[in-house]
Every structure is written in C-alpha cells, then in structure tokens.
C-alpha cells in the first residue's frame, strides 16, 4: 500500500511540473469537446490514453 502511496503521489507531483511548466495537459489536440449553445460536452480521449500508458510503464517499473 504505501508504495501505491507513493507512485499516486510522483505521478500528480509530475502532471503539476508539466503544468507549470506550460505543457496544457487536459486540453491535448484529439481530445474531444463540443459546444452548443450553452453547454459543454468535454471528453479527454488522449489525455486518457496518454495517462493510461505513463502510469503502465510506471507500475510496471516499480513492481519489478
């Protein structure tokens, strides 16, 4: 548990470098949004994949 801990922690502690940094992590090109009139539909698709595959090779690299 505590190594799951700490791997959540690395990972939001990297999104919020990444973010500071200037890199629009949320608003990736081939994320999906959809405006009419006055609503929002908002659906991370790459930043969902992009996501999944940085936290694979994370886990996969700690279990080792």
């Known amino acids: 548990m505590g190594k799951l801990l700490l791997v959540a922690g690395l990972v939001i502690a990297g999104i919020g470098l ?4 200037g890199i629009p992590f949320g608003r990736l090109p081939g994320d999906i949004v959809i405006r ?3 609503s929002t539909f908002y659906f991370p698709l790459v930043t969902s994949i992009l996501l ?3 936290l694979t090779l994370l886990l996969a690299l700690f279990r080792r």
Do not use: A
Not at 18 to 21: E, F, G, K, R, T
């Open 18 to 21: 990444l973010m500071m940094v």
């Open 36 to 38: 009419r009139g006055s």
């Open 52 to 54: 999944s595959i940085i």
